[in-house]
């Protein structure tokens, strides 16, 4: 039997485990929403596997989530260290896609608003730090075609097109 706050991986949760007071305040709504939350993944995403999977068939490698920058505290999803060019594939929610990100929320709105507002400052901020550390930056949004956005990385990486133009 697994005692209470263990999810049968070695991780423990304070909010979870009866008879214990938290650790911290949850923002969370309720237990199962943070457990919901703490379930969405950082790394190897449906969009962003696909990419890969395609870039990699065209026998171009790279590396995944890591610091293009050692100073910079942030991770890109696909870095060609070589070529000095990093892919973002966000989210729509995560990062307020003007197409199918919210714009209001049910629940915890002072919360939501403020939490998109700052990733969308993020990105941008790391946008520049990068530019100006001579990386070329590609962003894309998670619904964007998977063989447009393998066909944008592999002009930047490679500087051909897939029909063989230089660009």
């Known amino acids: 039997m697994t005692p209470p706050g263990d999810d049968n991986r070695g991780n423990f949760d304070p909010l979870v485990a009866e ?5 911290f305040e949850s923002w969370a709504v309720s237990p199962e929403r943070r457990r919901n939350m703490q379930a969405n993944r950082s790394r190897d995403t449906k969009p962003e596997l696909r990419v890969r999977q395609r870039l990699h068939a065209r ?3 790279y590396r995944v989530a890591v610091r293009p920058e050692p ?15 990093v892919v973002f594939i966000d989210g729509c929610f995560w990062h307020g896609c ?4 919210r714009t209001s929320f049910s629940r915890n ?7 998109i507002l700052r990733t969308k400052e993020r990105d941008q901020e790391v946008d520049g730090l990068l530019t100006s550390a001579g990386w070329t930056v ?3 949004w998670e619904h964007d075609d998977v063989d447009a956005v393998v066909s944008a990385v592999e002009v930047a990486v490679r500087g051909v097109s897939s029909d063989g133009r230089v660009t």
């Open 19 to 23: 008879g214990s007071e938290p650790a």
């Open 59 to 61: 026998g171009l490698r």
């Open 71 to 85: 100073t910079l505290p942030r991770r890109a999803d696909i870095v060609f260290t070589r070529q000095r060019v």
């Open 98 to 101: 003007p197409e199918h990100g």
């Open 109 to 115: 709105e002072t919360y939501w608003n403020p939490k």
């Open 138 to 140: 590609l962003r894309f």
